[in-house]
């Protein structure tokens, strides 16, 4: 069973900063695709950013220059460190790693971003 736990999310104020992080029970040295999504209230899981196996990154427009995702191989972590925040960033932050062969996809439980004055 693959775990998935993110963590250091919590209160910030608006042009703050935080630093999540994703921890795997698996090896990610070869995973395809590491994501991480959010999900405000009342709103669909949308993407946030993803890096792949050979670093390519990707951003959702609304947090490009602010967000940056990174993996860490050695210890098989993915992080989003999250700048600039303002209120509408608010949401369950999930950490998702995506293979095509072997099929994986799973999910974390989420870590709660509040960006609130």
């Known amino acids: 069973q693959v775990q998935l736990v993110e963590s250091g999310g919590g209160l910030v104020q608006p042009g703050g900063s935080l630093r999540l992080s994703c921890a795997a029970s698996?090896?990610?040295?070869?995973?395809?695709?590491l994501g991480w999504y959010r999900q405000a209230p009342g709103k669909q899981r949308e993407l946030v950013a993803t890096?792949?196996?050979?670093?390519?990154?990707n951003y959702a427009d609304s947090v490009k220059g602010r967000f940056t995702i990174s993996r860490d191989n050695a210890n098989n972590t993915a992080y989003l460190q999250l700048n600039s925040l303002k209120p509408e960033d608010t949401a369950v932050y999930y950490c998702?790693?995506?293979?095509?062969?072997?099929?994986?996809?799973?999910w974390g439980q989420g870590t709660q971003v509040t960006v609130s004055s």
């Open positions: 890096i792949t196996s050979l670093g390519r990154t």
């Open positions: 698996v090896s990610i040295a070869t995973v395809n695709t």
């Open positions: 998702n790693i995506r293979n095509i062969l072997p099929y994986i996809n799973y």
